[in-house]
């Protein structure tokens, strides 16, 4: 129980003092964010954050002693790499494609090979990816991507407290409370970006700890969907509309739906608050949904779809009502 608390305290306390360094030495110049014409902020903003974010949660980790995937670790040290060097002078799309499928393969390979097989490793590698990718993608308005990590690896903790697996769970808490430190300083008006440096090891984790978990039976596969689909919807639909329009799905714009209730009038604090509350209900949901039997799962699986479907007709009504 005493390492319990220390694990996640941890985290949350090393990161609070890094990103506030951060903020206030010299290296808030380092990597700033720009504003350009698809930018939602007006002045430029450093994107170091997620520094701050990753070394409180290798510090918990230290402290609490995980016995994970030398894959997981590699894939991590790659994609941090990879991501700060993006921040600092820009990585072509297809460099950085490119590493991400590497490590997800290489981790894919050592989750599922030996008991799905091939295609069990290209479902799992595409997912690892396509997280990383998105989490990026939806980093784009203040206390957003910190928020989904704090709810969502929180929601994977107690699933995973419930379920017996403890340590699972404080590595869980240790990155919910790194992410809570974060918001301290980006939350609106955002002080600090988490960058790429941040935001795509954050994506990898959501999808490599959601496949753990199912593996060692904590929850269901439809769990981690559920609790991160806030994210995972905007993101997908909003690809997949892009696609549909020819459009170039790779470069940065402003199309996502948060990106479009910021601009409908809603702001950054407000759109902020709004995702906080479907964030809570979607994990809710998820948690709840674990204890009914699977007929149920799957009612609650289509409520879940069909207010999403309710909620992109809405604002795409809005949206065109403002055009």
Same mark, same amino acid.
């Given at each position: 129980?005493?390492?319990?608390?220390?694990?996640?305290?941890?985290? =949350?306390?090393?990161?609070?003092?890094?990103? %506030?360094?951060?903020?206030?030495?010299?290296?808030?110049?380092?990597?700033?964010?720009?504003?350009?014409?698809?930018? +939602?902020?007006?002045?430029?903003?450093?994107?170091?954050?997620?520094?701050?974010?990753?070394?409180?949660?290798?510090?918990?980790?230290?402290?609490?002693?995980?016995?994970?995937?030398?894959? +997981? %670790?590699?894939?991590?040290?790659?994609?941090?790499?990879?991501?700060?060097?993006?921040?600092?002078?820009?990585?072509?799309?297809?460099?950085?494609?490119?590493?991400?499928?590497?490590?997800?393969?290489?981790?894919?390979?050592?989750?599922?090979? *030996?008991?799905?097989?091939?295609?069990?490793?290209?479902?799992?590698?595409?997912?690892?990816?396509?997280?990383?990718?998105?989490?990026?993608?939806?980093?784009?308005?203040?206390?957003?991507?910190?928020?989904?990590?704090? =709810?969502?690896?929180?929601?994977?903790?107690?699933?995973?407290?419930?379920?017996?697996?403890?340590?699972? #769970?404080?590595?869980?808490?240790?990155?919910?409370?790194?992410?809570?430190?974060?918001?301290?300083?980006? =939350?609106?008006?955002?002080?600090?970006?988490?960058?790429?440096?941040? /935001?795509?090891? +954050?994506?990898?984790?959501?999808?490599?700890?959601?496949?753990?978990?199912?593996?060692?039976?904590?929850?269901?596969?439809?769990?981690?969907?559920?609790? =991160?689909?806030?994210?995972?919807?905007? $993101?997908?639909?909003? +690809?997949?509309?892009?696609?549909?329009?020819?459009?170039?799905?790779? *470069?940065?714009?402003?199309?996502?739906?948060?990106?479009?209730?910021?601009?409908?009038?809603?702001?950054?604090?407000?759109?902020?608050?709004?995702?906080?509350?479907?964030?809570?209900?979607?994990?809710?949901?998820?948690?709840?949904?674990?204890?009914?039997?699977?007929?149920?799962?799957?009612?609650?699986?289509?409520?879940? #779809?069909?207010?999403?479907?309710?909620?992109? $007709?809405?604002?795409?009504?809005?949206?065109?009502?403002? /055009?």
């Amino acid at each position: 129980m005493q390492q319990a608390a220390w694990v996640p305290l941890t985290a =949350f306390a090393a990161t609070l003092v890094t990103v %506030w360094w951060l903020v206030r030495s010299r290296l808030s110049t380092l990597a700033l964010d720009r504003p350009n014409q698809r930018s +939602l902020h007006q002045t430029p903003v450093p994107r170091t954050g997620g520094i701050g974010i990753h070394t409180g949660i290798l510090l918990a980790w230290a402290v609490a002693g995980p016995n994970l995937l030398l894959s +997981l %670790w590699l894939a991590l040290a790659v994609l941090l790499a990879v991501s700060f060097l993006d921040d600092l002078r820009g990585v072509p799309a297809i460099g950085r494609l490119t590493a991400h499928l590497l490590v997800a393969g290489a981790l894919a390979a050592s989750l599922v090979l *030996e008991d799905y097989g091939v295609i069990g490793v290209i479902i799992a590698a595409f997912t690892l990816a396509w997280m990383a990718n998105l989490y990026n993608f939806m980093d784009g308005s203040d206390g957003l991507a910190g928020g989904m990590a704090a =709810f969502g690896f929180t929601f994977f903790g107690i699933a995973a407290w419930l379920a017996g697996s403890a340590a699972f #769970a404080l590595l869980n808490f240790s990155v919910a409370a790194a992410a809570a430190a974060f918001l301290v300083f980006n =939350f609106h008006p955002a002080r600090i970006f988490m960058g790429d440096v941040g /935001s795509v090891p +954050l994506g990898f984790l959501a999808a490599a700890f959601g496949i753990i978990g199912w593996l060692q039976r904590d929850w269901a596969w439809w769990f981690p969907l559920l609790v =991160f689909s806030p994210f995972i919807v905007d $993101a997908s639909v909003t +690809l997949a509309r892009r696609f549909l329009r020819r459009e170039r799905v790779w *470069e940065a714009h402003r199309d996502h739906y948060y990106q479009r209730l910021v601009r409908l009038g809603w702001g950054h604090r407000r759109t902020a608050l709004a995702e906080y509350g479907l964030m809570l209900a979607c994990g809710a949901l998820a948690l709840f949904s674990l204890s009914l039997p699977p007929l149920l799962q799957a009612v609650m699986l289509l409520l879940a #779809a069909g207010a999403y479907l309710i909620l992109i $007709a809405a604002i795409g009504r809005a949206w065109r009502s403002r /055009s």
